[in-house]
């Protein structure tokens, strides 16, 4: 069966600090692979996605940056985190075809 | 421009009853519409779906019914239990003007709460 882990769990991190969070997915191969923000008490928002190695596309300008250096890793990046970057990430995953999406367990970013 | 809504942020339901939660979607274009369930600082968990050529789809408990002419969707739970006290989001999927990839449009959230 497939899993989908993400660390850490919980981050807190200063104004200005670089931000590498990482999700992987077991169980499947050449997935399409999603990264979420969910901001206090709104709804998901999507912010990359990605098809294959090396493909990311971005689907918000932002202050982040994803890449995809495996199958079935994907990594969000920041240089330096500002203030409204804290939020609740999710990372996602489907078959190539499919377009139901299974979540992992998040990571709680808070920058201060 | 929100493209999937879910207009009531929360819903109260006795345990036993029903539980109804609505979504109205704008673009034409979705051909492909999900429920996700999800408790505090956890991840979405996918409940149920329905494909655009379908108007009803059933799953134990919960049935999702899809209205095109209208652009809504509900989820019906029966019976209600308390272990179903979460968020719930709707969600979209299909060609909005691109090459989707499987994106999915998310609306708000519906918080429910089942009480004893």
């Known amino acids: 069966s497939q899993t989908i882990h993400q660390w850490p769990a919980t981050l807190v991190q200063p104004v200005g600090s670089p931000l590498s969070l990482e999700c992987t997915v077991e169980g499947t191969s050449n997935p399409n692979l999603y990264w979420y923000r969910q901001a206090a008490g709104r709804g998901l928002q999507l912010l990359f996605y990605?098809?294959?190695?090396?493909?990311i596309s971005s689907e918000v300008p932002q202050n982040l940056s994803a890449s995809r250096p495996q199958d079935r890793q994907f990594i969000l990046s920041s240089k330096k985190l500002l203030l409204s970057d804290s939020g609740f990430y999710l990372c996602a995953w489907s078959t190539g075809g499919g377009e139901t999406q299974y979540f992992g367990p998040g990571t709680r970013l808070l920058v201060l | 421009d929100q493209q999937v809504k879910q207009n009531s942020p929360s819903l109260s339901v006795q345990e036993g009853r029903i539980s109804i939660l609505n979504c109205d979607y704008t673009?034409?274009?979705?051909?492909?519409f999900l429920w996700y369930k999800k408790y505090p600082a956890e991840g979405p968990t996918f409940l149920i779906s329905?494909?655009?050529?379908?108007d009803k789809n059933e799953d134990g408990r919960f049935t999702v019914f899809l209205n095109k002419s209208a652009k809504h969707l509900s989820l019906h739970i029966v019976p209600s239990q308390p272990g179903d006290s979460a968020v719930y989001f709707c969600a979209a999927s299909g060609d909005a003007g691109g090459t989707s990839y499987g994106k999915l449009t998310f609306g708000q959230g519906t918080i429910l709460t089942v009480h004893p």
């Open positions: 329905i494909s655009s050529i379908k």
């Open positions: 990605s098809v294959g190695i090396g493909q």
């Open positions: 673009n034409s274009m979705f051909d492909y």
